[in-house]
Nanobody, 127 residues
Framework: QVQLVESGGGLVQAGGSLTLSCAASERTYSTYPMGWFRQVPGKERAVVAAIDWNGGSTYYRDSVKGRFTISRDNPKNTVYLQMSSLQPLDTATYYC????????????????????WGQGTQVTVSS
């Protein structure tokens, strides 16, 4: 069964940093555009950052620009989200997801475009 497994979440003070990892269980994922989303209770899941299949094109929501970096290591079937200068408003469950379009050459921004999802990892930023 195809799986995406996130790790790296936790509790951090405001101004701190965390790096999330998303490991895919199949080599096929190295050809798929990927994204990181976040969700807080009572709100819709929203894209945080997204990346095309080989890392040549990325997208960031405005509130994380300059603080978060999405990257991927295709030989390791892993996507990363480096988060710095974290703020309490960044507190959420973070999910990675995959768009099943091999060699997709742009980031995808919408939940409905993503076919596979991880189980989520909690990030809590204390003030």
């Amino acid at each position: 069964q195809v799986q995406l497994v996130e790790s790296g979440g936790g509790l951090v003070q405001a101004g701190g940093s965390l790096t999330l990892s998303c490991a895919a269980s199949e080599r096929t994922y190295s050809t798929y555009p990927m994204g990181w989303f976040r969700q807080v209770p009572g709100k819709e899941r929203a894209v945080v950052a997204a990346i095309d299949w080989n890392g040549g094109s990325t997208y960031y929501r405005d509130s994380v620009k300059g603080r978060f970096t999405i990257s991927r290591d295709n030989p390791k079937n892993t996507v990363y989200l480096q988060m710095s200068s974290l703020q309490p408003l960044d507190t959420a469950t973070y999910y990675c997801a995959a768009v099943t379009k091999p060699y997709g050459s742009r980031p995808f921004l919408h939940v409905y475009e993503y076919a596979y999802w991880g189980q989520g990892t909690q990030v809590t930023v204390s003030s």
